[in-house]
């Protein structure tokens, strides 16, 4: 079990602000309790925070720094900033990263549980914990890769009929809830050896929102490393904090990252009247789900 001998990984957190509000305290102070190892740097991209949330943890927290993108790059680009803003700042690179959201809360002795996995899973690229909802619901974070077919079918079915077995397996949702391997995992929290980040080029900065984590973990499976899902380590994610302030904005997002992952897997003529098709749908679901988000947002 890590303790606080000097000897033990290193680590840094990287996580992306976005006007956070209280999350992000409450995410700065579960860290010490959930690693046991010297405390980490913590490095919050911030992507235009108005509320005043990051300059007060930079404030309270000596281990966190504040770094301002100049513009909103999405979660992705704020990571890839972020990184490459450590990996200029510091002669000795930290052993793993962890990246995180700043609407978690990580449980007793989690980033500890990670750590001790990625040891007996040395080709793990990344490594996610078990993710429970607020309301204690574990939201299946460790997923396979969406194919075509079963990326269609939840795409248009998910949201109105949630048991259908296209989400089902997409989700995993049947899967045992023990250590594995996934096609990918959420990224709302990963720890991630920087040398598979380096890699493979860190998070693909073409998705503003949404879908990133799906593209980061299937191309460090193509580059042979794994996902690990390692259920002993748990969080609570508050979810969707920043999205559901501005629903016409992130909901297109989503369905924009949809048919980016899909389409570039699906490349050249031969695919180009599938790639019309799914890019047709998905753009009608989008403005769907904006519509209904808008009305209950106004209590319609």
């Not at 075509?148 to 795409?155: D, P, Q, T, W, Y």
């Not at 045992?176 to 598979?196: D, H, K, T």
């Not at 790639?275 to 009608?284: D, N, T």
Request: net charge negative; proline share 7%; charged share 20%.
């Amino acid at each position: 079990m890590p303790g606080t001998d000097n000897a033990l990984p290193t680590l840094a957190v990287v996580t992306v602000t976005y006007s956070p509000g209280e999350h992000l305290e409450n995410f700065l102070t579960s860290i010490d309790g959930a690693f046991s190892g010297v405390a980490p740097r913590v490095l919050m991209a911030d992507n235009g925070s108005v509320d005043g949330s990051p300059e007060a943890a930079e404030a309270a927290h000596p281990e966190a720094d504040l770094l301002r993108t100049g513009a909103n790059l999405g979660y992705g680009g704020a990571i890839n900033y972020a990184v490459a803003r450590l990996r200029a700042d510091d002669a000795a690179f930290p052993d793993f990263l962890l990246i995180s959201n700043p609407d978690v809360v990580f449980g007793p002795g989690s980033i500890d549980a990670l750590i001790e996995a990625a040891a007996r899973h040395p080709r793990a690229g990344s490594l996610g914990p078990l993710i429970r909802d607020p309301d204690g619901t574990v939201y299946p974070s460790a997923r396979n890769v969406p194919s075509m077919r079963f990326g269609i079918g939840h795409a248009l079915l998910g949201a109105v009929w949630k048991s259908n077995p296209w989400t089902r397996a997409y989700q995993q949702s049947q899967a045992e809830v023990a250590e594995r391997e996934a096609g990918w995992l959420s990224g709302s929290c990963l720890l991630v050896r920087p040398e598979a980040f380096a890699e493979i080029g860190g998070f693909d900065d073409r998705y503003f929102m949404y879908m990133e984590d799906v593209d980061f973990g299937d191309r460090l499976a193509r580059a042979g490393w794994s996902n690990v899902y390692v259920p002993t380590a748990e969080i609570v994610h508050a979810k969707g904090h920043a999205a559901g302030k501005v629903p016409e904005l992130m909901l297109p997002a989503h369905h924009a990252s949809a048919y980016r992952f899909f389409a570039d897997r699906h490349p050249g003529p031969a695919a180009a009247p599938l790639r019309a098709a799914m890019k047709v749908g998905l753009a009608a679901r989008s403005r769907i789900s904006v519509l209904a988000a808008t009305r209950r947002r106004k209590g319609e």
